[in-house]
């Protein structure tokens, strides 16, 4: 049996999805292991050996400066901005990059993405489950997730964060250049421009969202399956397995 292609998921400072993230991509059928902001500064060419990059969920340097600004200012600029180099060699090269939640903020602070991301409307932290609808994208990590029947498929995943309001001055732009990947089906949680849960850059290798996927790759984790619920949305495990066979082994 072949072994699956090989998966960094990047942890830093305050982040704690890294976990999760490892478990999501080894169900998917990659080869996943941690790696720490600060080994692969001292060592980009790890990401070399790599066909995916996921940078994890959690409060990196505990957002101390502002939610993914330190590890985004330490991945892209630390050593001399070789990181930044690998990591765009890397998309360059086929590699797939995932940003979650704090991962995303990271990614769209770095200029990997496009937009920016503001405090919630609310004006709080927001912790609850929503739905996402998969929109019409050229994004690697959704592909063949459309129905045959020509409906958009949901997912269900939660959120939580307090700076997770995606902002973009021309959303039907983006939309129209099929980089607006995921939309809030449900209620939108943090008040993010034409409900815009997820985008992907220009080449559709790179994804960043707000909620946490890697939080539904079982069924048992949703709080209303053991009711049998009938509305519960597709599991966020589709979306590492639309990554993972991206990439191919």
Known sequence: MNAGPRALVIAGPGTNRDHAAVRALTLAGAEADTVTSTALLASPELLAAAQIAVIAGGFSHADALGA?????????????????????????????????????????????????????????????????????????WTDGLGGADGTAPIIDCPIAHGEGRYVHPDPDGLAAAGQVVLRYASANPNGSVAEIAGVCDATGRVLGLMPHPEDHVLAEQHPLHHRGDATIGGLGLELFRAGVAAVGS
């Open 68 to 140: 993914g600004r330190m590890l985004a200012l330490e991945l892209t600029r630390g050593a001399d901005g070789l990181l930044a180099d690998a990591l765009h060699r890397f998309v360059d090269g086929g590699g797939a990059v995932l940003g979650i939640c704090n991962g995303f903020q990271v990614l769209v602070r770095s200029g990997l993405l496009p937009g920016a991301l503001g405090h919630n409307t609310s004006g709080r932290f927001q912790c609850e489950w929503v739905s996402l609808e998969v929109g019409d994208s050229h994004c690697v």
